[in-house]
């Protein structure tokens, strides 16, 4: 007979998005999963798998939660600099200096990780498309100047995001992060 489980694997897989949030994989052992899931060892191995196969499950569960948070009814201009505070709002808060689960990934990657490399490299281009689509929406609808290129405005974009997000970890600073910001914006504004 099935033993069934004695845990929200929901609430489990959460604890260890968050574990490997703040740690990072190589930081991250085992032992430091079972004590933040509750759970027992073998019904991490039993449920989840090994260790990696619960990062890709914890990666995809923040990628996802990030993707619908970009998610807006808002005018193109307003989607991008809402996005834009709420990243200097995170990058301020107590929890802050945990940076971006996209952002550490990609600092920690192993060369050798083909599928978390292609995971980070999609999450990421689709930040990118986030800006661009918007870029091109609101040049369509003239809430945005033609003469911005989009693509490079997207890409510049981007990488404003990858560089908030990595200084707040060390320099959670409100006027910093918010100047980083402003000028990200100022292309489209």
């Given at each position: ?9 929901e609430e489990a897989l959460e ?52 993707q619908k948070g970009m998610q ?118």
């Amino acid at each position: 007979m099935a033993r069934t489980k004695a845990f929200d694997i929901e609430e489990a897989l959460e604890k260890a998005m968050n574990a490997f949030w703040s740690r990072g994989y190589a930081s991250t052992s085992v032992h430091d999963l079972v004590e933040a899931m509750q759970i027992q060892r073998g019904s991490l191995y039993g449920t989840f798998g090994d260790k990696q196969t619960l990062f890709r499950l914890a990666y995809e569960r923040y990628d996802a939660r990030r993707q619908k948070g970009m998610q807006s009814a808002r005018s193109p201009v307003d989607a991008i600099c809402a996005w834009f505070r709420k990243l200097v709002e995170e990058g301020c808060a107590e929890n802050g200096a945990r940076g971006c689960f996209i952002v550490n990934t990609a600092l920690e990657l192993e060369m050798h990780d083909e599928a978390m490399r292609g995971s980070v490299a999609k999450s990421l281009a689709s930040i990118e498309a986030f800006f661009f689509d918007n870029i091109r929406a609101g040049q369509q609808d003239g809430s945005i100047d033609e003469e911005v290129d989009a693509r490079k405005t997207a890409q510049s974009m981007l990488s404003s995001v990858i560089g908030l997000r990595v200084l707040s970890r060390s320099r959670p600073e409100r006027a910093l992060l918010q100047n980083i910001a402003d000028s990200a914006v100022a292309p489209i504004l």
